[in-house]
């Protein structure tokens, strides 16, 4: 049982995702507006929720503005965005604020209870990655302690982040493509491969000492991406 707490101001659909969550065994309660969620995601409360469903048009306070302030206070607290359907564009605000995953409406109740499933899976179960302890140049990531390092200053990763990092140093000189990526770390065969792009982006934003010009998380034209040994 896990946690969850819904952020929607559409009554029919709070009310639809809180009846299918609770229904797989999951404890819910819900907010309907920005403001009055984003005081109690930045506050000590968080500490009682596992996960969190955030719609991104909301009265207050907007979807994206409230991850970005969540992101800020509890960089590893998992976030299930909701999304207009053929909005690109406000999905990939959504993971470029640190969204875990998204989920566009309308949408099937049973897939948001199995990408609540999974992203849960991910942050509460033992990391993908292979090795304990692993160090590449100036990066260290300690999987056991959940904890990532650059010259030796903590790193603000989410769980995706962190994740995605760990696979990509403990196979240096190897690169995959995005949907194998998209396999290896989201645990989806399926889906939008966006996410990938704008998590790797996220990622040079946090370890590279020049994200324009990366050395570390290399793009490999035609295939993805390989991570380098300095």
Known sequence: ???????????????????????????????????????????????????????????????????????????ELPVIMLTALGEEDDRIAGLEVGADDYVTKPFSPRELVLRVESVLRRSQNAPAEPATLITLGPLTIDTAARRATKNGTELHLTVRERELLGYLMARPGTAYTRAELMAAVWGWTFGDQSTVTVHVRRLREKIEDDPQNPRLIQTVWGVGYRMEAP
């Open 1 to 75: 049982m896990a946690r969850v707490l819904i952020v929607e101001d559409d009554p029919t659909v709070a009310e639809v995702v809180v009846s299918y969550l609770n229904r797989a065994g999951h404890q819910t309660w819900s907010e309907h507006d920005g403001r009055t969620a984003a005081s109690l995601l930045t506050s000590d409360r968080t500490d009682e929720i596992d996960l969190v469903i955030l719609d991104l048009m909301l009265p207050g306070l907007d979807g994206i503005e409230i991850c970005r302030l969540l992101r800020q206070a509890h960089p």
